[in-house]
Each structure stands twice: as C-alpha cells, then as structure tokens.
C-alpha cells in the first residue's frame, strides 16, 4: 500500500523516548558557556590583535613553491573506474585473518553496526562493541595483531555523564603512535570538556581543555605533537557552512588560523583547508606561511562548492606527507557529478578518476583509498585503492547495492574497509 | 543574562525542545544523538537570546541551529547507524507498526545526503515554505526546490527496494 512520507514522519517520531537534557540544565550549560566566553573575549583582547597581526602576515606570504616531483609516483594519470582489478588480484596484498566480528546486530529493528573503528600504520585495531547488548556502555579494545588477545590500556578518568546518561572515552589512533580521547557525548560536569591523548598504554596521560568559550569548543581535534586544531562553526553562507580555523598548543593559547572555512584536514604534519570561496591553503603543523595550491582541475570541471563538499561523505578531505586528494565537480549544474583528484604539494596532478561518483578520499603510504558510487542510478557503491606507484585502480569490494557500514581508511600500508560480508583489513606491500 | 532572562529562556527550552527533537531525530536517525544535537542548538540560542525580539525568531533561529549542528556533526562521522552508549528505555506506546514505521523510515532517510534529508525534513514534517526552508539553510529557492527532488527522488527509491511501493508526498508548492 502507498503511503504518505508526512503520515509516516509523524508515526516514526509519536513514541519519542524521554527527553534526557533538562530544560533547566540546558539553561545552566548555556550560563556556563557564557561566563567562560565573557572571560575569553576580555582576557583575549590582545592575543585577538596579536592573532589578526600572525593571520595578515600569513596570508601575504604567499610562496609559491615548485619542489620535485615524487620520484617514484606516476604523474598525470586518469584512470575509469572499469578499469579496476579486484584488489585479491595484486602482487603484495595481504588479507588480515582478523576473526573478531566485524559487525554487530542491535536486535530486531535497530540495524547493524560496524564494530572496526579503525586500522593504524602498524596494523592495530580498535574495535567497538557492545557485550551486553546495545542498551548498555560500549566496550572498546585495542588489538596489535590477528589472534592476539586486546591490549591492556588504562582508560582516563570517566568523564562523567550528560545529563544522567553515562559517557566514555572512546580512543582513535594518532600519526605518532599515540591514542586521542574524546568523549562520546557532551559533558555537562565543570571543567570536564576536553580530551586526552595518552600512549598506546594509556599511560603519559595528558588533559587538554577544549572549550575556549563563545562556543569554540573542540570537540574532535585534529592533533600533531602538541598542538590541536579544530574548525568552529560561524554560520550559514549561501552555498553552505562556513567555520574557522584554530589553533591551540595543549596548554596556551588559541590562535584563529583561518575564517570563512568550507573543510580542513590535518595529518602528517600539514594543515589543508578549502575556503567557502574555494581556494585550497595549506601550512605546515610547526608553523611557518600559509600557501596557496592550485588544483590541478580537470577541463570541464570546476572546485566543489562548500555545499557539495560538506555533502560529501565524512571527510572530503585527504592528506598525507606526499599529496592532498578531493572531488572536483564535473559537469553541468542540473547534471553534475563528483570526480577524484589527487596531486601533489605543488599541484602536481597524480590521478584523476573517472566513472565514479568519488566521495571520503584516505590517503595512506603511496596509496588512495576512498568510496565510489555508480553514477548510473547512483545505487551501486564499492570501496577502491589507487595505487600511486603502479597506477593500478583495484577494487576493493565487489560492486553492489549494499549500504557500507564504515568508510574505507588507508594507515601506513594497510586499509580498513567494509562490504557485504563485513569488515576487514588487508596490508599491500606490492608499490 | 537576568535572571528572568534565564526563566524567559528555559520556559522557551521547554516549549520548543520537543519538536526541534523530532525534528533532529529524522535528520540523524538517533534519539540520543538528536537530544545532545538540541541542547547543542539551545546553547547557541542562548548566546543570541537578548537579541532575540519574539517568539517565533526565537524558534526560527533555533530550528537554524539545530540544522546546522546536525549537518555539522553528520559531516564528522561515518554515514552509519552509529548507536550510542546508553538507550533511554523506550515506552509502551511504541506499538510495533509505529516501530515498524520508524525503522522502515530510518533506513531510507539514511541513504539521503544531510543537506537534501534537512530540506525533506523540515518541508515535508515542519511544514515549511520553500522561502521559509531557504532561510533556514541558508542558501536559495532554488536550491532547495533542487536539493528537495534529488532527496525524495533517492528516498523513494530507497522505500520501493524496501517495499515494493510507492512513497507519497503531500501537494505543496
């Protein structure tokens, strides 16, 4: 029988559970928030001139820079997505015999979630699950290999609860062998907002205070030594969101980066964001001028709006020492389409893919790994590695109508990705 | 903020919290998330609320914010059901066909990009106008009216491989 989408938007929100946030406390969040921004904006005076000083001398620095290309990275290529061989096919690819379920069923109704959270440059696993069923705390481990028991890791401190519900620290690998904590959900308690970034131990515990006030919060940061970075939302431009840029060392100052941000990503130690006007700039973690890169786009094609890009998967984004990867638009308005782009620091073109609608680009050691979508009905979608060296395009999963339950991550030379049979982690060793 | 600002505000929490929860519910599919996405909007309401001249700016702004927060947060994590660490028990009344329905409705609206969901959401549940849906996002009519199609066009899609029928929208403009 047909039925009516408003019809079935009301039945599907008439049995709301009880609200857990009081309205009450809700208002003395807010009061807090609002103390510590009113000490912010007075105390902060200076640094903001300071602030305006480093950001104007940053941006009329503009280096252009030419260094070599990548000896060993194919230049130029443009590769389709019938092109791809099956990724078991390669030289040097190396399934992982994790046997730890990779997906875990909520119970009638409630779907299925992904239990691998992530894959590190070592090949270490985080996995999350709930063993008491999903009405019940989280569990997350730490695994340094197949057939290895979890690592023994001493979690931070409880972080306390939100409003009577209990939160936890949930840990995501970091560049540099360290782990990050952040909470998984906002903490109503003082003082509590801000993660911790310990070792793979959970030990050389540090806290770092996230909220700046004025609703600058860093609730997921980006980390490179020291230092974080994070983007703040500003509001609402007529082709998306626009946030700024911060930066913080754990225990100084904040430091506006950049305003009028579409998207930014921060990993071996380079700082990259798209501009809601649709310039790519970068810096490097330790400092130093901002620089502005052009993209190598292809004719016909144009920069994603902030829209597109925002719209774009989990992370439009990809970085690594060597390249940058993002979609470009192709195509006209009312019929338009998003290809992949890798190139180098200095603009280089690397790879451009074809025959795909590309989205949550990963880059990791000389290989890129992101989600493609059948532009032919956009129902069919499959996960794919691109080899820098070789040039050679793989898929990794079949392609097929199926809702991938985790993005594909790329870490080192392993790559983490999710099709119909679950999860899994493979290491390629072939480039 | 006075004192009877804060009275003002939390008598405002307390009126508008319940439908901008369902409204961030059928843009994330997750109680509990919608509720901390909401209290995240309410505190941004908050700074703003002096400025705040009536009732129904107030509202507007907040149904903006929690929008924003939402998509913004949505960006952040992976397109999935992700469930959270602890579900508030849910009461009786959620008779099996409305949980049916829930689920049924949760699993096409998460194959709907965020900004397309949003317009689906707040045109199709809020009530609102093209213009008044331009507003909220921030962007225009036409994009809207566009963004508006492509979701209900991959929404329906998505209902007839779940059911083999066809998804019905009421005549709005």
Redesign the interface.
């Given at each position: 029988?047909?039925?009516?989408?408003?019809d079935?938007?009301?039945?599907?929100?008439?049995?709301?559970?009880?609200?857990?946030?009081h309205?009450?406390d809700?208002?003395q969040?807010?009061?807090r928030?609002?103390r510590r921004?009113t000490t912010f904006v007075t105390g902060g005076a200076a640094l903001a001139v300071a602030v305006v000083a480093v950001v104007t001398v940053g941006l009329t620095q503009h280096h252009p820079s030419s260094p070599e290309p990548i000896g060993r990275y194919q230049y130029g290529r443009s590769v389709d997505a019938s092109s791809a061989v099956p990724a078991s096919s390669l030289p040097g690819y190396r399934p992982e015999p994790w046997t730890i379920p990779s997906v875990q069923h909520?119970g009638p109704?409630?779907?299925?979630?992904?239990t691998y959270q992530q894959v590190d440059a070592q090949g270490r696993l985080i996995v999350q699950d709930?063993p008491n069923g999903?009405?019940?705390?989280?569990r997350t481990r730490i695994f340094d290999g197949p057939g290895r028991g979890p690592r023994a890791v001493q979690q931070p401190p409880s972080p306390g609860s939100?409003?009577g519900?209990?939160?936890?620290w949930l840990p995501s690998f970091l560049d540099d062998g360290r782990l990050l904590w952040h909470t998984?959900?906002?903490t109503t308690r003082p003082g509590s907002t801000g993660f911790h970034v310990t070792d793979l131990d959970g030990g050389h515990d540090v806290f770092v205070h996230s909220d700046f006030g004025?609703?600058i919060s860093a609730?997921?940061p980006w980390i490179a030594g020291d230092r974080m970075w994070f983007t703040s939302?500003d509001?609402?431009?007529?082709?998306?969101?626009s946030h700024s840029l911060y930066t913080a060392p754990f225990s100084g100052p904040l430091t506006k980066v950049a305003s009028h941000v579409a998207?930014a990503q921060v990993a071996d130690g380079r700082v990259v964001w798209v501009t809601t006007a649709g310039h790519l700039v970068t810096e490097t973690a330790a400092g130093g001028p901002q620089q502005d890169v052009r993209v190598p786009l292809t004719e016909g094609c144009r920069m994603s709006s902030t829209?597109d890009l925002?719209?774009a998967?989990?992370e439009p984004l990809a970085v690594s020492d060597s390249a940058i990867a993002l979609p470009e638009t192709c195509g006209p308005e009312?019929d338009s389409r998003q290809e992949l782009l890798a190139f180098d620091w200095s603009g280089r073109l690397l790879v451009h893919v074809t025959g795909l609608y590309s989205f949550n680009p990963s880059l990791g050691h000389d290989a890129l790994v992101f989600q493609g979508l059948v532009p032919s009905?956009?129902?069919k979608e499959a996960s794919f590695r691109y080899d820098l060296v070789t040039g050679t395009l793989a898929a990794l999963s079949p392609v097929a109508?199926y809702?991938?339950?985790?993005?594909p991550q790329a870490a080192g030379r392993y790559v983490l990705w999710y099709d119909r049979a679950g999860g899994h982690a493979a290491e390629f060793t072939g480039s | 903020?006075a004192r009877r600002d804060?009275e003002a505000?939390?008598?405002f929490?307390?009126a508008s919290?319940?439908r901008l929860?369902?409204t961030a519910?059928?843009m994330c599919g997750d109680?509990?998330l919608a509720?901390?996405h909401?209290?995240?909007a309410?505190?941004?309401v908050?700074?703003h609320w002096p400025r705040l001249r009536s009732e129904p700016e107030a509202q507007a702004y907040a149904r903006?914010a929690v929008v924003?927060?939402v998509?913004?947060a949505k960006?952040?994590?992976?397109?999935?059901?992700?469930?959270?660490?602890?579900?508030?028990?849910?009461?009786e009344?959620?008779?099996a066909?409305?949980?049916?329905?829930?689920?049924?409705?949760?699993?096409c609206l998460?194959?709907v990009?965020?900004?397309?969901r949003a317009c689906?959401?707040l045109r199709?549940?809020d009530?609102l106008s093209v213009s008044e849906v331009a507003t909220v996002?921030?962007?225009?009519e036409g994009?809207v009216k566009?963004q508006t199609a492509r979701g209900?066009e991959?929404?329906q899609?998505a209902?007839a491989?779940e059911?083999n029928?066809?998804?019905?929208?009421?005549g709005r403009e």
């Amino acid at each position: 029988m047909p039925r009516n989408l408003t019809d079935l938007m009301e039945a599907a929100v008439s049995a709301a559970p009880p609200e857990p946030h009081h309205a009450s406390d809700i208002t003395q969040l807010a009061e807090r928030r609002q103390r510590r921004r009113t000490t912010f904006v007075t105390g902060g005076a200076a640094l903001a001139v300071a602030v305006v000083a480093v950001v104007t001398v940053g941006l009329t620095q503009h280096h252009p820079s030419s260094p070599e290309p990548i000896g060993r990275y194919q230049y130029g290529r443009s590769v389709d997505a019938s092109s791809a061989v099956p990724a078991s096919s390669l030289p040097g690819y190396r399934p992982e015999p994790w046997t730890i379920p990779s997906v875990q069923h909520l119970g009638p109704g409630r779907g299925a979630a992904p239990t691998y959270q992530q894959v590190d440059a070592q090949g270490r696993l985080i996995v999350q699950d709930w063993p008491n069923g999903p009405d019940r705390v989280r569990r997350t481990r730490i695994f340094d290999g197949p057939g290895r028991g979890p690592r023994a890791v001493q979690q931070p401190p409880s972080p306390g609860s939100n409003a009577g519900t209990p939160t936890v620290w949930l840990p995501s690998f970091l560049d540099d062998g360290r782990l990050l904590w952040h909470t998984s959900a906002p903490t109503t308690r003082p003082g509590s907002t801000g993660f911790h970034v310990t070792d793979l131990d959970g030990g050389h515990d540090v806290f770092v205070h996230s909220d700046f006030g004025d609703g600058i919060s860093a609730g997921q940061p980006w980390i490179a030594g020291d230092r974080m970075w994070f983007t703040s939302y500003d509001g609402d431009t007529l082709k998306g969101t626009s946030h700024s840029l911060y930066t913080a060392p754990f225990s100084g100052p904040l430091t506006k980066v950049a305003s009028h941000v579409a998207v930014a990503q921060v990993a071996d130690g380079r700082v990259v964001w798209v501009t809601t006007a649709g310039h790519l700039v970068t810096e490097t973690a330790a400092g130093g001028p901002q620089q502005d890169v052009r993209v190598p786009l292809t004719e016909g094609c144009r920069m994603s709006s902030t829209l597109d890009l925002q719209n774009a998967g989990a992370e439009p984004l990809a970085v690594s020492d060597s390249a940058i990867a993002l979609p470009e638009t192709c195509g006209p308005e009312n019929d338009s389409r998003q290809e992949l782009l890798a190139f180098d620091w200095s603009g280089r073109l690397l790879v451009h893919v074809t025959g795909l609608y590309s989205f949550n680009p990963s880059l990791g050691h000389d290989a890129l790994v992101f989600q493609g979508l059948v532009p032919s009905g956009y129902q069919k979608e499959a996960s794919f590695r691109y080899d820098l060296v070789t040039g050679t395009l793989a898929a990794l999963s079949p392609v097929a109508t199926y809702p991938l339950l985790q993005y594909p991550q790329a870490a080192g030379r392993y790559v983490l990705w999710y099709d119909r049979a679950g999860g899994h982690a493979a290491e390629f060793t072939g480039s | 903020m006075a004192r009877r600002d804060s009275e003002a505000f939390t008598a405002f929490v307390l009126a508008s919290q319940p439908r901008l929860r369902r409204t961030a519910y059928l843009m994330c599919g997750d109680w509990q998330l919608a509720s901390d996405h909401v209290q995240e909007a309410l505190i941004r309401v908050y700074r703003h609320w002096p400025r705040l001249r009536s009732e129904p700016e107030a509202q507007a702004y907040a149904r903006k914010a929690v929008v924003s927060v939402v998509i913004d947060a949505k960006r952040k994590r992976s397109s999935t059901e992700v469930p959270v660490d602890s579900v508030v028990d849910t009461p009786e009344v959620d008779t099996a066909a409305r949980s049916a329905d829930r689920d049924l409705l949760g699993r096409c609206l998460a194959q709907v990009p965020p900004r397309q969901r949003a317009c689906l959401v707040l045109r199709h549940y809020d009530d609102l106008s093209v213009s008044e849906v331009a507003t909220v996002l921030g962007c225009s009519e036409g994009t809207v009216k566009s963004q508006t199609a492509r979701g209900l066009e991959t929404l329906q899609a998505a209902f007839a491989r779940e059911t083999n029928d066809d998804l019905l929208v009421s005549g709005r403009e």
